[in-house]
């Protein structure tokens, strides 16, 4: 556990980090060490960052992906959540689809995006697809391995007491698996902002994937690392959300790592 | 006196061993029965049945008059585990079997903290406590639920020996003053003379009953005190000659 001395130190360090990068990235184009046309510089991609902010384009372009990423991850991962549930009711059920489920578990989800493109169109509705399509299939392989991996003298225990299994899933296995579940969920969240702006390089005509697609094609460098910052902004803020959700329901288990 | 427990002619198998033959045993109301036998012999699996977990092969078992399916809340069971939900505080442990029965009561929640000596810890997880700690959650967890019968497996086998030692000496004088039926499971032949009113001595595999004593030494008890009676020494050196030659048997005999 860090102590509350250290915080500052942490972020004087990390800050420091970053100085140097910027200086020595700055440092290698204004002595010509390194090409602009091949790596940018930072000052320009800051320039370049406070110019589409002003206009607001960035700013769309961001909400776009952002509304894509968070209707696949919401849909994906409510719809996985149930499904694992009843999967792990239903033992039936779970023989007969198994082998067809780890198919598709084990595609690279993103190899479907053609497919989509073409029956959802180039919009926003593709995009949610695909992003369900991967947060779905890790929602309900962790919510079942969760619910599988309840401590049995837990349940039995319970039992003893006389308690019904009405009660028995809602004070035993409920808890248990929200661990899984939490897992399932941040991994997920990134993966959903993989599959939206994939989906947005191969055909769209907004978003933050369009923007680097269309950096990239008329060699704009500046343009593909201004993108690129801004996606991995938004990938931690997403992850530290999550990390501080999981904080306050699961703060029985003790610390969670959070960046 | 109305038994509260009877196993007629249990027998237990899994796959091709059997782990218990034909086993038959009565508890008196208000008795503290304990079982001993090397490793294996199928004690806690005559547990798990009688608490209605495992079916039977052969034979039958009652609760208070009941077969163990419709036993409910009548058994208390206290496994060597801790089961104690990890995602609750321990005060909602305690009150958990009150929140089966439908009635949460959490001054009776606290007042059973405070007799098992841990006021001030109500809203500790599990994990913020120590094995002892633990331990005796489960033991205000186990009175909370009121049952007729307490099957206990193994309760204090996993804690240290000088916390043991003071649990076994705390139980006591609680069941001491409740009297309630028990069952106890242990490896521990010590603990099974200074707490039982009779031991019960189980075979290696196939598990039958091979002697019960009657530990005559006068209650109220303390355990320390007990250790060093002259016939605690006669019934150890007795019992511990007969169940020797079982845990030799089972060593030799393949798992």
Sequence with gaps: ?259 | MPQKVSVSGLSIAFGATRALDRVSLTVNDGEFVSIVGPSGCGKSTMLNVIAGLLPPAEGSTQVAGMGSNGAGSRIGYMFQKDTLLPWATALENVCLPMDVKGSRDSDKARALMQLVDLTGFEAHYPNQLSGGMRKRVQLARLLAQDPEVLLMDEPFGALDAQTRLIIQEEFLKIWERQRKTVLFVTHDLQEAIALSDRVVLISARPGRIKATYTVDLPRPRHVEAVLAHPRFMTLFQEIWASLKQEVLAARERPA
């Design chain 1, 1 to 259: 556990m860090m102590t509350k001395g250290s915080r500052t130190e942490r972020w004087v360090l990390r800050l420091l980090v970053l100085a140097l990068i910027v200086a020595i990235w700055e440092g290698l184009c204004r002595t010509g060490l390194a090409s602009e046309f091949w790596v940018s510089r930072p000052f320009l991609i800051a320039a370049r960052l406070w110019e589409t902010a002003r206009s607001g384009v960035v700013w769309f372009h961001m909400g776009v992906t952002v509304i894509e990423t968070v209707a696949g991850f919401l849909l994906g991962a409510v719809a996985g959540i149930l499904a694992g549930f009843a999967l792990a009711r239903w033992r039936r059920a779970h023989v007969a689809l198994e082998p067809y489920l780890m198919g598709i578990y084990s595609l690279p989800r993103v190899a479907l995006a053609p497919l989509f493109i073409m029956w959802f169109g180039i919009g926003i509705p593709s995009k949610i697809m695909l992003a369900i399509s991967i947060v779905f299939f890790i929602l309900l392989i962790n919510t079942y391995v969760g619910v599988q991996n309840v401590d049995r003298d837990l349940v039995n225990s319970v039992k003893t007491m006389g308690a019904p299994p009405r009660f028995i899933t809602r004070r035993v296995v409920l808890p248990s698996c929200i661990p899984w579940i939490f897992s399932g969920l941040r991994i997920s969240m990134a993966l959903a902002l993989t599959a939206s702006v994939v989906g947005e390089m191969l055909a769209a005509q907004y978003g933050l994937g369009f923007l680097l697609a269309r950096a990239s094609g008329t060699f704009d460098t500046t343009g593909i690392f201004m993108v690129l910052i801004i996606l991995a902004l938004l990938a931690i803020g997403t992850y530290n959300l999550m990390a501080r959700l999981e904080k306050r329901l699961l703060h029985w288990q003790g610390e969670t790592a959070s960046i």
